[in-house]
Structures are given as C-alpha cells and as structure tokens.
T-cell receptor, first 109, second 114 residues
Framework: RKEVEQDPGPFNVPEGATVAFNCTYSNSASQSFFWYRQDCRKEPKLLMSVYSSGNEDGRFTAQLNRASQYISLLIRDSKLSDSATYLCVVANYGQNFVFGPGTRLSVLP | ETGVTQSPTHLIKTRGQQVTLRCSSQSGHNTVSWYQQALGQGPQFIFQYYREEENGRGNFPPRFSGLQFPNYSSELNVNALELDDSALYLC?????????????FGPGTRLLVL
C-alpha cells in the first residue's frame, strides 16, 4: 500500500462546479498536512496547510480526520484557472514530505 | 515567487555520465530537500540537508549524493546515469521550526538521459 493515496482522476468539471478531492495516508504518526497545486510542467506550489480543525481560504476548504487518516480538499465555484494537478502531502515534524500521486483537475468552459 | 532557484533548467545526458544539479534556497532557510518527479507521478523524496548535514534519505541508491554549503545552497550529484533517471528534479527549501514546516519549491531541472 502506498503511504499517501489520492483519487485517481482526472476530474473534468464545468465552470462553477464544486469538486472534492480525497486523500488517505498510512502513517498514523504524521503531523503535518498540506495541499499543493502543480501546473503542467511547473513546480508544486503551496495551496494551503491543513489543520485539525479544518480551514478555509476563499473558495478552498481543507479538512483533516486523524482517526480515519483522511484529508480532503473542496473547491467551490470552480474557475478555469483552477485546472491543475492537486497533490496531497503528509509529513512528520522535520521529516521529508511524502507526496501522493496527484489528482488532475480540468475545469471546462 | 518562492525565491528558490535551480540550475540548469534543462539538461541532456547519456547513460553512464554524471550530472550535478544546483539549488539556491530562499533567504533565511536552513534546510534543502531534493525530489525526483517522473512523468505523471508525484515527487519522490531523495534526501534532505539541514545545516550542511544529511538529515534523511529516501529509497534512492548511493549514486545519488548531495552537498549543502555554508550559505545553505545545495547540489545533487547523480553518477552512472540510467535511462530511468530521466525526470524533473525539484529542490525545496524550508526553515525547520515547530511542527508546521512548509517547503517552497524551485522551478526544477528537467533531465533527459539518452
């Protein structure tokens, strides 16, 4: 079993749709959680950190369920510019990041 | 932009050759991590350097080696290149403090091994 798994995708959604990505991790000692976004042929860029209480940044909402070892990302009112690959990342304090394989999103006009 | 730079941007080598990739970390960051990203996959951790010492290593053979310099810039060296080494190599800099340590990525070096 991979350490971090994500929805396989791709997700093709119309503009304005709400889309949810799921991620599970196997290491119960993991302490830090992130969502990164990666555009085609570019480097990953931090979208948001994920906190135990859940957090929201504009149209983006991240949730963490430590008991189920599950992380989610919700995007509301999708824009064309949201088209990218979304990477779930898990880490222990001071340790390396473990990336999921990514889920590709295409927002269609 | 993250302030993390990498060089070169692209590189073509042949099997058996050696390559050195370079990374300049964001000002004030003391940690550099290197990742390999094959096409269609998420980045895979190679190793991390903290204050010039290796601070963790992923499942990569010894022909992958690195250095971190006093200014916290870093090099990744790969010897005896193989075709499967063709990938995007990413470096990320961070400041180790507390639990929530965010890593900021450079633009990467695309390596093609023929």
């Amino acid at each position: 079993r991979k350490e971090v798994e994500q929805d396989p995708g791709p997700f093709n959604v119309p503009e304005g749709a709400t889309v949810a990505f799921n991620c599970t991790y196997s290491n119960s000692a993991s302490q830090s959680f992130f969502w990164y976004r990666q555009d085609c042929r570019k480097e990953p860029k931090l979208l948001m950190s994920v906190y135990s209480s859940g957090n929201e940044d504009g149209r983006f909402t991240a949730q963490l369920n430590r008991a189920s070892q599950y992380i989610s990302l919700l995007i509301r009112d999708s824009k064309l510019s949201d088209s990218a690959t979304y990477l779930c990342v898990v880490a222990n304090y001071g340790q390396n990041f473990v990336f999921g394989p990514g889920t590709r999103l295409s927002v269609l006009p | 932009e993250t302030g993390v730079t990498q060089s070169p941007t692209h590189l073509i080598k042949t099997r058996g050759q050696q390559v050195t990739l370079r990374c300049s970390s964001q000002s004030g960051h003391n940690t550099v991590s290197w990742y390999q990203q094959a096409l269609g996959q998420g980045p895979q951790f190679i190793f991390q350097y903290y204050r010039e010492e290796e601070n963790g290593r992923g499942n990569f053979p010894p022909r992958f080696s690195g250095l971190q310099f006093p200014n916290y810039s870093s090099e990744l060296n790969v010897n005896a290149l193989e075709l499967d080494d063709s990938a995007l190599y990413l470096c990320a800099s961070s400041l180790q403090q507390g639990v929530q340590e965010t890593q900021y990525f450079g633009p990467g070096t695309r390596l093609l091994v023929l």
